[in-house]
């Protein structure tokens, strides 16, 4: 999984709690993406960083919040979680920048499994 | 705005037949798709990419994808399939306004059988 780990790889929290998740890259990529994954939805970006403490919203971000204080590491948290929050997390990351003439692969860890209960 | 759909949830396929799995695109501009696969309780594996050149593809593992413009799909394809093929295929595109945005199908699932 090109040198990508994400923890904890299985969580069971309770609404309201906050939770963190984890990425951690030892490829030295520029770019990081979090993704949930549900079914019939494919996966759906939430935040990604550009670099360190350089960060935008993905397209289901509300209840998310993201940091990136050193390259190998991005981490997720939800401060409130909630039920609807159940998923699968993925890590994703890219080395350069996507252009027109070279739209970067992204490369993906493990995941993460979260239950909310 | 961008995506992708992929009609089938399913796919099954006997060993050593052709198999494809669809995907269609929506795009205001320029198409940029890719193929990833997921394995069970793995994460996704890049397959391929198209970008611009040959309408045929080929990737990982003996696969191919075959654009076609006219009718906005990017098929993956392969000659004859294995039961280790089977898996979780996601169809994707890349947004032209800002290449960090990926958008993924919903998945077709790939059956084997032997």
């Known amino acids: 999984d090109a040198g990508i780990t994400q923890s904890p790889r299985h969580k069971v929290t309770e609404t309201g709690t906050p939770v963190t998740l984890r990425c951690h890259q030892t490829e030295n990529h520029r770019y990081m993406y979090w993704y949930r994954q549900d079914p019939g939805h494919g996966l759906r970006l939430i935040h990604y960083?550009?670099?360190?403490?350089?960060?935008d919203k993905g397209e289901v971000s509300d209840g998310y919040s993201v940091s990136r204080s050193k390259t190998e590491d991005f981490l997720l948290t939800l401060e409130s979680a909630t039920s609807s929050q159940t998923s699968v997390y993925f890590c994703?990351?890219?080395?350069?920048?996507?252009?027109?003439?070279?739209?970067?692969?992204?490369?993906f860890g493990p995941g993460t499994r979260l239950t909310v209960l | 705005a961008q995506s992708v759909a992929q009609p089938e949830d399913q796919v099954n396929v006997a060993e050593g037949n052709p198999l494809t799995v669809k995907c269609t695109y929506s795009v205001s501009g320029n198409p940029y798709l890719f193929w990833y696969v997921q394995y069970p309780n793995r994460g996704l594996q890049f397959l391929l990419k198209?970008?611009?050149?040959?309408?045929l593809v080929k990737g990982s593992y003996g696969f191919e994808a075959e654009f076609n413009k006219s009718q906005t799909s990017f098929h993956l394809k392969k000659p004859s399939a294995l039961v280790s093929d089977s898996a979780l295929y996601f169809c994707?595109?890349?947004?032209?306004?800002?290449?960090?945005?990926?958008?993924f199908g919903s998945g077709t699932k790939l059956n084997v059988k032997p």
């Open positions: 960083s550009y670099g360190v403490k350089d960060t």
């Open positions: 994707a595109v890349r947004d032209e306004y800002n290449f960090n945005k990926f958008y």
């Open positions: 198209y970008i611009t050149g040959d309408n």
């Open positions: 994703a990351i890219s080395e350069k920048e996507a252009t027109v003439r070279d739209p970067d692969t992204q490369y």
